[in-house]
């Protein structure tokens, strides 16, 4: 394994599936499961920060009539309901998990101290970070550079819906191609969007790799973390 200890960002929206007939849907769960099973039976240290997106996102909060900050809240525990969905999917396939949050809520997880967080991934125990870093304005691309850094994780994974980082949005212009390979320099003078900035440069200053993969190919994941080439890889 060319990574020992990863960070693996997945995005709540991403949680719904195809048919988006529901915010959690089973299937994508199991799958998910499965790859980040593989990739624990392989001793790789796994922490996980799961967006909320499927849920609610502080952005849509004015037009509903709510504070901003409330919304950036109720984003937070929204992640906390996926944190909680993938941590039982994740028991029931026999795999060790700690639920760790950014805001104090005892009776469902322990809060986040980052001593005890490396601890359990020391001891095998997949780490899932819920509520985002506790504070409103922040994203969970920004949760993930930032426990990342925190716990020393060698890379950061995101998991997306595409296979990598493109010229232009490969969904709209079917002449757009893919990077397997950028520096940080050259994702930020091009204006490409892997992550929002306060993200993108923590990873950046702190020399974290980004790999930006598609997470919902079968295997992917365990490739990525061999080091073998499967999306686009910033450093
Ligand atoms: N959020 C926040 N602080 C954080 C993390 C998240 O305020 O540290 C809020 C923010 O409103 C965001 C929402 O939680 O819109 C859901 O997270 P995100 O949009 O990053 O989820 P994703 O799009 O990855 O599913």
């Keep these: 394994m060319k990574y020992k200890r990863i960070l693996l960002k997945l995005s709540g929206e991403a949680l719904q599936g195809a048919s988006k007939s529901t915010n959690i849907n089973p299937d994508v769960l199991e799958q998910y499961c499965a790859e ?32 901003r900050v409330q919304g950036d809240y109720m984003g937070m525990l929204a992640t906390v309901i996926n944190a909680m ?8 396939h026999g795999v060790y998990t700690r639920l760790m949050s ?14 005890r967080a490396i601890r359990h991934l020391e001891k ?22 930032l426990r990342a850094v925190e716990v020393q994780a060698d890379v950061v994974l ?16 079917p002449d757009a191609t893919r990077y397997t390979k950028l520096s940080f320099q050259e994702a930020y003078e091009k204006n490409l969007n892997i992550m929002d900035m306060t993200a993108f440069t923590l990873c950046m200053e702190n020399n974290l ?15 990525v973390v061999k080091g073998e080439e499967a999306g686009t890889l910033i450093s």
């Design 158 to 173: 995101k998991g997306t819906r595409v296979d990598g980082v493109y010229t232009k949005d490969p969904e709209k212009f």
């Design 85 to 92: 969905a993938l941590q039982s999917a994740l028991e029931r």
């Design 124 to 145: 095998g125990r997949i780490v899932i970070f819920g509520a985002g870093i506790g504070n409103p304005y922040f994203t969970t691309d920004s949760t993930a550079s």
């Design 209 to 223: 790799p980004i790999i930006v993969f598609d997470m919902n190919k079968k295997g992917n994941l365990l490739k």
């Design 102 to 115: 950014g805001i104090k809520m005892e009776q469902v997880c322990e809060p986040f101290i980052r001593r």
């Design 36 to 67: 980040i099973k593989a990739l624990q039976q392989e001793k790789v240290e796994i922490a996980i920060v799961i967006g909320g997106g499927n849920i609610f996102r502080g952005g849509q909060a004015e037009a509903l009539g709510i504070d």
